[in-house]
């Protein structure tokens, strides 16, 4: 069944969120949705308020950081080296990778989802980012193969890091930093900042990127409807 992403107007204020939400609720049944996503700035306690009434569940806390691409931190060329556009034959490993690669993300955390399906969310995600989607497909390769990915989307002013992941056996190796360098390198002439979301409970992810020279801006909290 299809999933959907419900966006608030940022004018909008309970009265007028229930009133849709209840109009929506139908709609989604009608249309089959099994999950509908939604994201509600952390400052908003009026806007998580409205949608847990309505019967969403509040599934993780996602740390938004920024980066100007022309404050690009210094790093040697040679760190990126082997950080390529995606082959044809790389889609493949990739998709296999993201089936593998997530426990952290919210379909994982979300206890009504079960692993199986969220396995293959996340498979299929990348397998269409990687087949048109996505406005870049990164590859970083061992033995000239694929051992990790990032995917980005680009809206003419921000890149921002969409999807990325390692290979389990290949972790450890420095490979998730080279993958950022080489994002970071795609857009450096392109785009005016990069921005990336992740989990406040991934330390080790938020260092990454602030390695880099990200800062956050903003935290959102992610909900699930589910459809009964």
Same mark, same amino acid.
């Given at each position: 069944?299809?999933?959907? #992403? +419900?966006?608030?107007?940022?004018?909008? *204020?309970? #009265?007028?969120? $229930?009133?849709?939400?209840?109009?929506? +609720?139908?709609?989604? $049944?009608?249309?089959?949705?099994?999950?509908?996503?939604?994201?509600?700035?952390?400052?908003?306690?009026?806007?998580?308020?409205?949608?847990?009434?309505?019967?969403?569940?509040?599934?993780?806390?996602?740390?938004?950081?920024?980066?100007?691409? !022309?404050?690009?931190? *210094?790093? /040697?060329?040679?760190?990126?080296?082997?950080?390529?556009?995606?082959?044809?034959?790389?889609?493949?490993?990739?998709?296999?990778? %993201?089936?593998?690669? =997530?426990?952290?993300?919210?379909?994982?955390?979300?206890?009504?989802? *079960?692993? =199986?399906?969220?396995?293959?969310? /996340?498979?299929?995600?990348?397998?269409?980012?990687?087949?048109?989607?996505?406005? %870049?497909?990164?590859?970083?390769?061992?033995?000239?193969?694929?051992?990790?990915?990032?995917?980005?989307? =680009? !809206?003419?002013?921000?890149?921002?890091? !969409? +999807?990325?992941?390692? $290979?389990?056996?290949?972790?450890?190796?420095?490979?998730? /930093?080279?993958?950022?360098?080489?994002?970071?390198?795609?857009?450096? *002439? #392109?785009?005016?900042?990069?921005?990336?979301?992740?989990?406040?409970?991934? $330390?080790?992810?938020?260092?990454?990127?602030?390695?880099?020279?990200?800062?956050?801006?903003?935290?959102?909290?992610?909900?699930?409807?589910?459809?009964?």
């Amino acid at each position: 069944a299809p999933v959907g #992403r +419900l966006v608030i107007p940022d004018e909008y *204020d309970d #009265r007028q969120i $229930a009133a849709c939400l209840a109009v929506f +609720l139908d709609e989604w $049944a009608d249309q089959n949705l099994w999950l509908v996503s939604c994201r509600a700035a952390k400052n908003r306690p009026d806007r998580a308020r409205a949608l847990i009434e309505i019967g969403f569940e509040a599934i993780e806390t996602l740390v938004t950081l920024s980066h100007p691409l !022309d404050q690009i931190s *210094d790093m /040697k060329p040679s760190q990126a080296i082997n950080v390529m556009k995606a082959r044809p034959e790389d889609v493949s490993v990739c998709t296999d990778i %993201a089936r593998h690669g =997530f426990h952290s993300d919210r379909y994982h955390m979300d206890p009504r989802i *079960d692993d =199986f399906k969220a396995d293959e969310l /996340k498979a299929s995600w990348v397998h269409n980012s990687m087949t048109g989607r996505a406005d %870049a497909a990164l590859v970083v390769l061992q033995e000239n193969m694929a051992r990790g990915f990032v995917v980005c989307m =680009f !809206d003419g002013e921000t890149a921002t890091i !969409d +999807l990325i992941a390692v $290979a389990s056996s290949a972790r450890g190796a420095g490979l998730g /930093k080279q993958l950022v360098k080489g994002a970071l390198d795609h857009y450096g *002439d #392109r785009a005016q900042k990069m921005s990336v979301g992740t989990q406040d409970t991934n $330390a080790a992810s938020i260092a990454l990127y602030q390695g880099f020279g990200f800062r956050e801006i903003e935290q959102h909290i992610t909900f699930h409807w589910i459809n009964p």
